[in-house]
């Protein structure tokens, strides 16, 4: 069973800046991508960031790149997402998830993840 739990959140001004982290445990954790997802009041959960199981590639959604860096330690079992700048529009329930098997899943949509953490609240006021 893949346990994802996150930390991080918080409340933080327009500008400000905020760093998400992710504890993986129950599998190869270096074997797999991770991601991390959002989801607003009211709306549907959204595609941040992702990152290869080696951690050479990286996706980015349109609406943070640039202000958001995904990175991962494989020693540790975890995957980070740093945001900087940060708007209120940022404001959601931040989501780490990991696809449920090897094989070529989708990248940026949430079909392409089987296992997924509680989340963690980050609030941006204005």
């Known amino acids: 069973q893949v346990q994802l739990v996150e930390s991080g959140g918080g409340l933080v001004q327009a500008g400000g800046s905020l760093r998400l982290s992710c504890a993986a445990s129950?599998?190869?954790?270096?074997?797999?991508?991770m991601a991390w997802f959002r989801q607003a009041p009211g709306k549907e959960r959204d595609f941040v960031a992702a990152?290869?199981?080696?951690?050479?590639?990286?996706y980015y959604a349109d609406s943070v790149k640039g202000r958001v860096t995904i990175s991962r330690d494989n020693a540790k079992n975890m995957v980070y997402l740093q945001m900087i700048t940060l708007k209120p529009e940022d404001t959601a329930v931040y989501y780490c998830?990991?696809?449920?098997?090897?094989?070529?899943?989708?990248?940026?949509?949430?079909?392409?993840?089987?296992?997924w953490g509680q989340g963690t609240q980050v609030t941006v006021s204005s």
């Open positions: 998830a990991a696809p449920q098997s090897m094989g070529a899943t989708p990248v940026r949509v949430t079909y392409g993840y089987g296992y």
């Open positions: 129950g599998r190869t954790f270096s074997t797999y991508r």
């Open positions: 990152i290869s199981w080696s951690g050479g590639i990286t």
